[in-house]
């Protein structure tokens, strides 16, 4: 079946700096990238998705990049906050349906 | 964007018990669901595919008599964990697509926390 790798698994950063978590798939009929950023005891949040036939997408603070020749796409946050501080999920569907296999998550956290 | 919805949030039950979950579609209708089981400090693992009008495709290792499934309607799918025990003690959750098996982004539920004694 699909398997999605994610990195790091913890990631540190200071606030105002950068933070980029980075995903693999396996199944080269991937189509759909979602990530979700999960607060404790709370439902996945989709914070940004791209679609296989773009490159990079960007949403104020938040780019998400994909490279379908290497089948992996990461995570960009720029100026971080503390707020930014959570969990963070890459996703993907495979096929022509909507079936998400996660990533094993990052556990961001951002200092002051 | 699409609402969904779970009850309860939070259950307690005692090993051998069956417990339900509900999960609606509040503003759309969803001929496809999706359940997930989360254990603490790891992702979020498929469990079944809940499909309105005929029975739930389950993911392997997930053992289709425990883990109930009804898609009654287009607004409702119930997961019913049947002689519960302390190891599915989890965070269940579900979540609907919007546009159907056609489309991608999905909706999720707020989880359902279940504690089993």
């Known amino acids: 079946g699909e398997n999605v790798e994610q990195h790091p698994s913890t990631l540190s950063v200071q606030e105002g700096d950068s933070a980029v978590i980075k995903c693999t798939y396996s199944d080269s009929a991937s189509n759909y990238f979602p990530w979700y950023k999960q607060e404790l005891g709370k439902r996945p949040q989709l914070i940004i998705d791209i679609r296989s036939n773009v490159g990079e997408k960007k949403d104020q603070r938040i780019a998400v990049t994909l490279n379908k020749t290497a089948k992996h796409f990461s995570l960009h946050i720029t100026e971080t906050q503390p707020e930014d501080s959570a969990v963070y999920f890459c996703a993907d569907t495979t096929g022509g349906g909507n079936k998400l296999t996660f990533g094993t998550g990052t556990q961001l956290k951002v200092e002051l | ?117």
């Open chain 2, 1 to 117: 964007g699409a609402v969904v919805s779970q009850h309860p949030s939070w259950v307690i039950c005692k090993s051998g018990t069956s417990v339900k979950i509900e999960c609606r579609s509040l503003d759309f209708q969803a001929t496809t669901m999706f359940w997930y089981r989360q254990f603490p400090k790891q992702s979020l693992m498929l469990m079944a595919t809940s499909n309105e009008g005929s029975k739930a495709t389950y993911e392997q290792g997930v053992e289709k008599d425990k883990f109930l499934i009804n898609h009654a309607s287009l607004t409702l799918s119930t997961l019913t964990v049947t002689s519960a025990h302390p190891e599915d003690s989890s965070f269940y959750i579900c979540s609907a697509p919007q546009g159907g098996s056609s489309s991608n982004e999905q909706f999720f539920g707020p989880g359902t926390r279940l504690t089993v004694l």
